[in-house]
């Protein structure tokens, strides 16, 4: 027959070890996030920013949406050299849907981690290209016919934006987002003074980028002004997509509205 002390003293016991029990699993678990956490380094960051840019991307529904504001645009960016440090330069081109062999616009977007001084885990910087008639096309030729990776050093031109990155906040559809600084960088297209520029990494591969100019009064004056550009993974192709309007290159009389939504020339 057990007695009643006993009793007691096996559940005082039974209780301890499990508060001991929920302690250390409560600490291990604590401890277990914050080295999730620290796992991820900016560097990974960055690759992974890198990797989402990379690929042909179109703004195929949002032009069938929305088509008085958005064209069809053809976005493809590929690797073209890594810096000494691991930092990513790729070539970045944009053109329309029909037309993609004559890109509108050219550059080289070197992916970084952000210095440890700044708030934000990703720098994406562009930069002009010095010869784009030599990288037309460069994502669609093989590699033995691009220009090679010492050439490519030779070729970055001058710093146009730098878009400082960081993970989206728990609960939104973005993986990665962020801006220029305040007052963004000089620019002088259409009459601008300066230019700004935002980035959304989705989480379904998807990438948005609004790219604005301003004048000095602070009045846009190029660039979409209801909201980014919404280019998602290249589409499987289908009848209906190759006749569906936005597909179709625009009448001259809408070349003006093209060219406030794009800088042509630089």
Same mark, same amino acid.
């Given at each position: 027959?057990?007695?009643?002390?006993?009793?007691n003293?096996?559940?005082?016991?039974?209780?301890a070890?499990?508060?001991?029990?929920?302690?250390?699993?409560?600490?291990?678990g604590?401890?277990?996030?914050?080295?999730?956490?620290k796992?991820?380094?900016?560097?990974?960051?960055?690759?992974?920013?890198?990797?989402?840019?990379?690929?042909?991307?179109?703004?195929?529904?949002?032009?069938?949406?929305?088509?008085?504001?958005?064209?069809?645009i053809?976005?493809?960016?590929?690797?073209?050299?890594?810096?000494?440090?691991?930092?990513?330069?790729?070539?970045?081109?944009?053109?329309?849907?029909?037309?993609?062999?004559?890109?509108?616009?050219?550059?080289?977007?070197?992916?970084?981690p952000?210095?440890? @001084?700044?708030?934000?885990?990703?720098?994406?910087?562009?930069?002009?290209?010095?010869d784009? @008639?030599?990288?037309?096309?460069?994502?669609?030729?093989?590699?033995?016919?691009?220009?090679?990776? @010492?050439?490519?050093?030779?070729?970055?031109?001058?710093?146009?934006?730098?878009?400082?990155?960081?993970?989206?906040?728990?609960?939104?559809?973005?993986?990665?987002?962020?801006?220029?600084p305040?007052?963004?960088?000089?620019?002088?297209?259409?009459?601008?003074?300066?230019?700004?520029?935002?980035?959304?990494?989705?989480?379904?591969?998807?990438?948005?980028?609004?790219?604005?100019?301003?004048?000095?009064?602070?009045?846009?004056?190029?660039?979409?002004?209801?909201?980014?550009?919404?280019?998602?993974?290249?589409?499987?192709?289908?009848f209906?997509d190759?006749?569906?309007?936005?597909?179709?290159?625009?009448?001259?009389?809408?070349?003006?509205?093209?060219?406030?939504?794009?800088?042509?020339? @630089?």
């Amino acid at each position: 027959m057990v007695k009643e002390s006993d009793s007691n003293d096996s559940n005082g016991w039974n209780r301890a070890r499990g508060l001991v029990m929920k302690t250390i699993l409560l600490i291990g678990g604590a401890l277990l996030v914050k080295q999730l956490s620290k796992s991820t380094t900016r560097w990974d960051h960055a690759r992974i920013v890198a990797q989402s840019l990379t690929g042909e991307k179109y703004s195929r529904e949002q032009a069938s949406r929305d088509p008085d504001h958005y064209f069809n645009i053809r976005t493809l960016t590929c690797p073209a050299a890594d810096l000494v440090d691991g930092s990513k330069v790729l070539y970045f081109e944009q053109a329309f849907w029909r037309s993609p062999q004559r890109p509108f616009r050219q550059r080289f977007c070197m992916v970084k981690p952000c210095p440890k @001084e700044l708030k934000c885990d990703v720098e994406y910087t562009t930069y002009a290209i010095r010869d784009m @008639e030599e990288y037309k096309n460069f994502c669609d030729r093989s590699k033995d016919q691009r220009p090679q990776p @010492e050439e490519v050093f030779g070729d970055i031109a001058e710093h146009l934006t730098t878009i400082y990155v960081k993970p989206c906040p728990r609960g939104k559809r973005c993986l990665y987002e962020g801006s220029t600084p305040p007052g963004g960088f000089p620019n002088s297209w259409n009459g601008a003074t300066y230019c700004t520029s935002d980035l959304t990494v989705m989480k379904n591969n998807e990438i948005h980028i609004w790219d604005r100019g301003y004048d000095d009064d602070g009045s846009q004056v190029w660039g979409p002004r209801e909201g980014p550009y919404e280019f998602k993974p290249a589409p499987t192709s289908s009848f209906s997509d190759m006749i569906s309007p936005s597909n179709f290159p625009p009448p001259s009389s809408m070349e003006r509205r093209i060219e406030g939504s794009f800088i042509l020339q @630089e």
